[in-house]
């Protein structure tokens, strides 16, 4: 079996040389890094050699992360070789999971408490956009009002969950990306952490935002799994982390759940309209407004996967699924162009799915199993299957 984490990255090099992204990030062997084109029925031969081969790996949990996680790579080489796969199967082979459609009934029973719930008079959109408005921290500020927010939450998950000895990351303001930040693991326990400012940061998003990427969401995954699947197991296929597989589910899962697994509801919003408020000099009753909207927004986690579906496997023409964002995620203009922009990038337009699957899978084992389950799934290579199970 020793070669089988070398064959797997070898393949993930191959299958990003053809399509740019899907890597993550890597921290491994360098000679192992060989990124050139090969043809694509040649690859797809090669993931199905490997998934069959896989099926000889003795440990349990090793075994059942790396089937799931070929069978998306074979996906991938599929897709390469020019085979037209339904869009739903697409993120059925990538992601192991099922794409959801919304209930647009209950979209609008989400959207009519919002209305009475966002003060002021006029369409509700604008209502919120001058709420979000009054919550944006200046560009200049954010790494200034971000500085204690980390402070605080890698202090809680050190005490909480552990940290590895020498994990760290950086941050850097960004611009002209599809998403609102993203985590890049750099191996040696180390990553980057970028924040796109192509539209507002919001004050009441910041210690959401600092959880989903850093502590106790992806660097503290990634660093963790490092340390204890790389270094102590052997386990190299963990020193990459690929886009289009279903380790996205569960990190997404892990992430959006972050805040969640360090800090009570009522702990955020007071340290919200206390320190932090003071600290961004925002006002605290706009924050508990914005806050009792999220809640209710919640109703509306799948409004990304619709227009995604309706875009892809529908053919629905771009403005229209502009018009849906627009109408059921409250989005401006250029917050729905960005969303747009998301579910249309080679990389996301299946990836959309891995923020409310996996969030609820993840949501639903902390539900059951608290800190402990939180702390497995930090630690241990888990599937979305397992979770579903």
Not at 35 to 40: A, F, Q, V, Y
Not at 77 to 98: F, K
Not at 166 to 174: A, N, P, Q, R, Y
Request: glycine residues 8%.
């Amino acid at each position: 079996m020793s070669d089988i984490a070398e064959r797997y990255v070898r393949l993930a090099h191959a299958i990003d040389a053809h399509s740019e992204g899907f890597i993550d990030g890597y921290g491994g062997p360098q000679d192992w890094a060989v990124r050139e084109k090969r043809d694509p029925q040649a690859l797809r031969d090669e993931a199905q050699a490997l998934l069959a081969d896989v099926a000889g790996v003795p440990e349990p949990e090793r075994r059942a992360w790396l089937e799931v996680q070929v069978r998306a790579m074979h996906t991938m080489t599929r897709l390469l070789s020019g085979e037209a796969i339904p869009y739903a199967d697409e993120v059925r082979g990538l992601y192991d999971i099922e794409p959801r459609r919304a209930d647009l009934g209950e979209l609008d029973a989400a959207l009519a408490e919002l209305d009475a719930t966002l003060p002021g008079s006029g369409p509700l959109r604008e209502r919120e956009e001058a709420l979000r408005a009054r919550l944006a921290v200046p560009r200049g500020e954010i790494l200034r009002v971000a500085e204690p927010i980390l402070a605080e939450l890698r202090a809680r998950v050190s005490g909480r969950f552990g940290l590895p000895g020498g994990e760290d990351f950086s941050i850097e303001l960004v611009t002209d990306k599809p998403w609102s930040g993203y985590n890049w693991p750099l191996g040696n326990l180390r990553s980057r952490i970028d924040i796109n400012t192509d539209l507002p940061v919001l004050l009441p998003a910041l210690p959401d935002l600092m959880a989903h990427e850093g502590y106790p969401g992806h660097h503290t995954e990634h660093a963790t799994k490092e340390a204890r699947l790389v270094r102590e197991r052997g386990w190299h296929e963990h020193s990459i982390q690929l886009i289009n597989a279903p380790e996205c589910v569960v990190s997404e899962g892990i992430a959006v759940n972050a805040l969640r697994a360090v800090m009570t509801r009522e702990e955020l919003e007071a340290w919200l309209t206390g320190d932090l408020a003071e600290l961004a000099g925002v006002d605290p009753e706009d924050i508990r407004t914005f806050l009792a909207a999220s809640r209710i927004k919640k109703a509306l986690a799948g409004v990304s996967g619709e227009a995604a579906m309706r875009l892809h496997a529908d053919g629905a023409p771009e403005a229209g699924v502009l018009d849906f964002l627009r109408t059921y995620a409250l989005a401006s203009d250029a917050r729905a162009a960005q969303s747009l922009r998301f579910i249309q990038n080679p990389n996301f337009r299946a990836y959309i799915f891995t923020y409310s699957v996996g969030g609820d899978l993840v949501g639903a084992e902390l539900d059951r199993g608290g800190a402990g389950a939180y702390a497995r799934l930090l630690r241990e290579p888990v599937t979305p299957g397992q979770l579903r199970a």
